[in-house]
């Protein structure tokens, strides 16, 4: 090496290099400050324990949630299990039971809650084109769809947490849950009530065996999962209830973020796409010591 | 019962009921008359057998393959496995070993073929807008976006099938290929050659447990699923081919199967999307007997 390439070396090596500002999506979400985080409470955080061990949380919308509630404190769900999994599509989970008394206070068929109007709602818009909606964008933490009419959905995005049902317009009590594992199946927005997102342990639904019958359901009285008990995380001792934030939309982290998830520019990438579907920009969510 | 409606009953059920045109997309897709489906041919189907049972099959492209089926012809993968499985991202397979020498004819570092011109390429328009590309649509049975700048990709859909790399500009020879298992990652379109599709068997890598590491690889010498060998389906004798057809993008009963994707208004929708993402209307593939 020539002599003054040796110096220069040196001199480099003898400086420590500077930080390199966040690049990748996960980077930005790494280094984003304490004021781009909201916490979720703890009476909108759905937790679910296995049989046999693990652990999915769900937070709850502020939509179609109150009978929800009432079934976690009910105790409900104890005993029940996941009995459909059906692939690039939804696992579904409950009493596969509709002759199960209802808890006190449980509306048996609540009025549809698939839409609300605009009015009133911050949406931070996606800024990328949807082939589903008049818009896509983010409000109170959650991906929405706003329509010609002027009415919103959130998205049937993957993770998202519905409602599941008979046919129209019975909009489900609530008792029996999915979360989508595949594809975001948009065609349901607006047509079953969404009413939360699983933000941990959705991997204890994704990967289980496809189940053999018709739209995935486990032949007989087979099941995919056992759940020991469902509780909203407010029920549980405050030390070890499980606690979340989520990233504010009105945070520059989230800016950069989306802008990251549509301009990837990190080494592995040779073009970045431009854009990005609202389902592949998915709010973050940390979680956080118990507070 | 009123005597008229009872008569009126007896005399709709003494008549046999019309069919009902089909309504759903699976409808629409089961009643597709011959004329709508192109046979695949066996040398381009993978057949991946599994150390205790199972099999995923893959439909190869038309870019990229030569590498992929002198792979297969040569025994390359037989001992190989699912080694990374990435909840809502891939599950990917081969050596996971760079050392490993090349077959005879496999070229290491083939050139770049992440895109085409859409000069001489029959695209059918999806019709609705994509947040990624200026247009979406179908070619050949695959779905593919069209660039501004008139190039024309593959697009990352659930089941695709692509090659692993490392860092751009690196291609990847073929040995280490993925399958996406969650919402569509098009990021990665024009930065990784897609080669293929799972036709048959993506349940057996989607419903893998993910693993533990960085990146959803697993743990030390761990693997998700061992894999026992793959052959092209023309290696294998003639009446133990698995066979498929894919259905003609230039069908009438692909038109009506689109148009059921976007506007469903079986009864257990109440209102219809009025669009439909290109990677939630993927090309119907059946399996039909040997030939």
């Known amino acids: 090496m020539p002599i003054l390439a040796s110096l220069l070396a040196l001199t480099q090596a003898a400086q420590p290099a500077a930080p390199k500002p966040p690049r990748t999506p996960p980077e930005i979400v790494a280094a984003a400050p304490a004021s781009a985080w909201a916490p979720i409470p703890a009476e909108d955080l759905l937790v679910i324990d296995y049989a046999g061990g693990g652990r999915t949380v769900v937070q709850l919308a502020p939509v179609h949630v109150a009978n929800i509630r009432r079934l976690a404190t009910s105790g409900y769900w104890s005993g029940s299990a ?13 009493t596969n039971d509709d002759k199960k008394p209802l808890p006190a206070g449980v509306v048996a068929r609540p009025p549809a809650e698939y839409v609300r109007s605009a009015a009133g709602l911050a949406i931070r818009p996606l800024g990328f084109a949807d082939p589903y909606a008049a818009r896509v964008g983010f409000a109170g933490g959650w991906p929405v769809a706003q329509y010609k009419d002027g009415s919103v959905s959130l998205t049937h995005c993957y993770s998202m947490v519905g ?17 989508v594992i595949g594809q975001a199946p948009r065609q349901l927005d607006r047509n079953i009530a969404l009413v939360g997102r699983v933000v941990e342990g959705i991997e204890l639904m994704s990967a289980l065996p496809r189940g053999s019958e018709a739209m995935g359901f486990y032949k007989g009285p087979a099941v995919a999962r056992k759940i020991a008990q469902v509780r909203l995380a407010s029920a549980l001792p405050a030390a070890e209830r499980p606690a979340f934030e989520v990233m504010k939309e009105t945070s520059p982290s989230f800016a950069a973020y989306l802008d990251r998830r549509a301009n990837r520019d990190d080494d592995f990438y040779k073009v970045a796409a431009g854009g ?8 973050p969510v940390r979680r956080v010591p118990a507070r």
Not at 163 to 172: I, M, Q
Request: net charge negative; with cysteine; hydrophobic share 35%.
């Open 82 to 94: 996941i009995y459909r999994v059906q692939d690039n599509y939804v696992a579904q989970w409950g």
């Open 163 to 179: 409602v599941g049902r008979d046919l129209s317009p019975d909009t489900g009590m609530g008792g029996e849950l999915y979360a």
């Open 276 to 283: 990005v579907d609202i389902c592949n920009a998915p709010v």
